[in-house]
């Protein structure tokens, strides 16, 4: 079973195009992450959420704990953003974490 | 700003034969994790560590891994004898605080380890 699920899988855009990409879950929480891998292997952290709205440059994050669900926004999307975007959760029971299968986003000049 | 470091970047082994993993987490960091990454997978959560004790840990975490903080910077994970199933990208990541408790704080992540199991 797949206590986070991501859609879409894979996404490609236009140089400029605005991106959603989506990830809801089942269990219980403490915080959610949304995280960046790059072609090279290597994770960054973009944010972390208990709650709200999330704003850093261009990326914007959203949550809504009633609906277990929560959306990563790229405005003005580059080149640069290619990249596997990972929504990761952790258990509010523990230390546990569960992660997304990943969004491999494609951004084409 | 403070990194995760993690080393060898690249471990090829034998089945069979023991490894360590190193990671330095960031300093004034309580919270020590690793993940492993099998290729085309997805990440996938091992064990946590706080206050020189395992705090939680999955079920592929079993008798052949261990972890250890042996002196005041390292943070090792040890497979004692390794399987070719074991050939992945092992991540060490480190936060501030709890994260279930007073101030969230993020992961910080290392740049991983990739363990080749022949």
């Known amino acids: 079973k797949n206590e986070v699920e991501q859609s879409p899988q894979n996404l490609t855009a236009q140089e400029g195009e605005f991106i959603t990409i989506n990830c809801s879950y089942s269990?219980?929480?403490?915080?959610l992450h949304w995280l960046q891998q790059h072609p090279g292997g290597g994770i960054v952290s973009l944010f972390m959420?208990?709650?709200g709205k999330k704003k850093h440059g261009r990326l914007i994050a959203t949550i809504n704990i009633q609906e277990k669900h929560s959306s990563l926004h790229i405005t003005a999307s580059h080149p640069r953003d290619s990249a596997v975007y990972i929504c990761?959760?952790?258990?509010?029971?523990?230390?546990?974490?569960?992660f997304g299968t990943g969004t491999s986003l494609t951004v084409i000049p | 700003e403070p990194e995760v470091t993690q080393t060898p970047s690249h471990q090829v082994t034998q089945m069979g034969q023991e490894v360590i993993l190193r990671c330095v987490p960031i300093?004034?960091?309580?919270?020590f994790y690793w993940y492993r990454q099998i290729l085309g997978q997805k990440v996938e959560f091992l064990v946590s560590?706080?206050?020189?004790?395992?705090?939680?840990k999955s079920e592929i975490f079993d008798d052949q891994f261990s972890v250890e903080r042996p002196d005041g910077s390292n943070f090792t994970l040890k497979i004692r004898s390794t399987k070719l199933e074991d050939s992945a990208m092992y991540f060490c990541?480190?936060?501030?605080?709890?994260?279930?408790?007073?101030?969230?704080?993020?992961?910080?992540f290392g740049n991983g380890t990739r363990l080749t199991v022949t």
């Open positions: 990541a480190s936060s501030e605080t709890r994260l279930d408790g007073g101030r969230n704080s993020p992961l910080h």
């Open positions: 269990v219980g929480i403490s915080a």
């Open positions: 959420l208990s709650s």
């Open positions: 990761a959760v952790r258990s509010n029971t523990g230390n546990q974490f569960y």
């Open positions: 300093s004034n960091h309580l919270y």
């Open positions: 560590f706080y206050n020189n004790e395992i705090s939680e």
